[in-house]
């Protein structure tokens, strides 16, 4: 049985918007994407900018992690320490980890989105590979 999937980033409009994505294109039905700050209460879409840097658009509104999405998950993947940290905290779990083995910068600060975007996807292919 596939675990259900949740990734975490802060605002829930560009690293775990994508990563969503990138599961659901790869065939992976069970994953969804949340943030931890207050703007991804926002329903604010999916910035064109890691669109671009992906390659591709998709329609996706941000939403702000809850009791319910951590309570469907199986496993959440956020994009740094300081999340997993923070989530794990704030609704008394151990289900969160790094997507990888670093902290994937922000590309809203960094301006780096075709490198978050590759850094992603290589995490993406490695979990789902780990999966099969």
Same mark, same amino acid.
């Given at each position: 049985m596939k675990p259900n999937i949740l990734v975490v980033c802060s605002g829930n409009i560009n690293r &775990?918007? =994508? +990563? *969503?994505?990138m599961f659901k294109d790869k065939g992976y039905t069970n994953v969804d994407s949340a943030g931890l700050g207050k703007g991804a209460l926002k329903g604010l879409p999916a910035t064109k900018r890691i669109m !671009? +840097?992906?390659g591709k658009y998709f329609e996706h509104? &941000?939403?702000q992690v809850d009791f319910?999405? =951590? *309570?469907?998950?199986? =496993?959440i993947y956020c994009m740094g320490s300081g999340q997993v940290a923070k989530l794990n905290k704030k609704f008394l779990? !151990?289900?969160a980890r790094r997507l990888a083995n670093y902290n994937i910068a922000d590309?809203?600060?960094?301006? *780096?989105?075709a490198l978050s975007v590759v850094q992603i996807k290589k995490e993406v292919e490695r979990i789902l590979c780990e999966l099969e």
């Open positions: &775990s918007a =994508v +990563a *969503e994505q !671009n +840097a992906y509104k &941000s939403k319910l999405l =951590v *309570e469907w998950a199986d =496993v779990t !151990n289900k590309p809203h600060f960094t301006k *780096e989105y």
